[in-house]
């Protein structure tokens, strides 16, 4: 009987690395050019945040003598706006506002998604077009209607009045948003729920809700930033400098014939900041996918 053929072990294999082709001078080209449109097209879209800033910390921007460099740099338009600008009572209004805003508007448009996405009712389709018509509504047309209502209200000079104001307009567009979250999540996990046992409530918050957090969050940023940027309303239903938002207390600091631009240049630094924050805190939740929710619930 023969002996058998020896064999070489796979540790004696010499490991076959492929070599990376070098690129031809046009793919270096190509390369080149894409890198130089993304850098100028980075510069474009980032250079107006640094002029705001740079302005903020320049002494001489009020005189519109800024400079790309801050050539005295100085903390004076940021105490001047803070203490005798009153920006941080403008602060704490908008604080209040947006917050109360994110989280009225959060709950409703949940539970009205919850409703339009789960139960069979009649008119469900025209109610989800309306939903969608609303939108396309300019706030400028509706400013007299709700400065009727506000009054009648007795709401007007009162930040209550612009909560209720911003939560009817982000509605819309959080519950047609949310919509979508709840209609994909699939029915059989609440069933699954509910033969385990599982209140609604429970399954609710276990089940359903980690599921449609990523389209939560992305409706509280849009809730968020509508309340903390509107003007129009703000300006129209306050009279009182004690209840402006941040957005109605910068058009102080123009004036009829010279604006003072470090002020407004700190104080639109004070308005993003805030702004920031809040995506910051949030980008993670936004960024993730249902089935992580599902996994992490």
């Known amino acids: ?6 064999t070489r072990s796979r540790a004696s294999t010499p490991e076959v690395i492929p070599q990376r082709r070098p690129r031809s001078p046009r793919a270096r080209w190509i390369l080149a050019a894409k890198a130089l449109a993304v850098a100028a097209l980075l510069v474009f879209t980032l250079f107006p945040t640094y002029w705001m800033v740079s302005g903020a910390f320049d002494a001489r921007a009020s005189s519109g003598a800024q400079s790309l460099l801050p050539s005295e740099p100085t903390w004076e338009n940021f105490r001047y706006v803070l203490d005798e600008g009153g920006f941080g009572t403008f602060l704490k209004n908008s604080v209040i506002v947006a917050l109360l805003t994110v989280l009225a508007s959060g709950i409703l448009a949940l539970l009205a998604s919850v409703a339009v996405a789960r139960f069979k009712f009649k008119f469900r389709t025209a109610i989800l077009m309306m939903i969608l018509i609303i939108q396309m509504v300019p706030l400028e047309a509706l400013v007299i209607p709700l400065f009727v209502q506000v009054r009648d209200l007795q709401l007007l000079n009162s930040l209550l009045g612009l909560v209720i104001v911003y939560v009817a307009f982000s509605l819309p567009f959080g519950i047609w948003m949310l919509r979508g979250f709840v209609a994909a999540v699939p029915e059989e996990l ?3 729920a509910y033969i385990d046992g599982a209140s609604w409530g429970r399954m609710f918050w276990s089940v359903l809700l ?11 940023v849009f809730s968020f930033i509508t309340a903390w940027n509107e003007f129009i309303f703000a300006l129209t239903f306050m009279d009182n400098a004690d209840n402006y938002t941040v957005a109605v207390g910068l058009q102080q600091f123009f004036g009829e014939n010279s604006n003072q631009w470090g ?26 996918g249902l089935v992580a929710g599902a996994v992490k619930g």
């Open 1 to 6: 009987m023969s002996a058998p053929a020896p």
């Open 210 to 220: 980690p599921l449609v957090a990523p389209g939560l969050v992305a409706t509280s």
């Open 263 to 288: 002020y407004v240049m700190a104080g639109s630094t004070l308005i993003t900041l805030p702004v920031m924050i809040f995506f910051i805190l949030v980008q993670r939740r936004l960024s993730s």
């Open 190 to 192: 609440e069933e699954a």
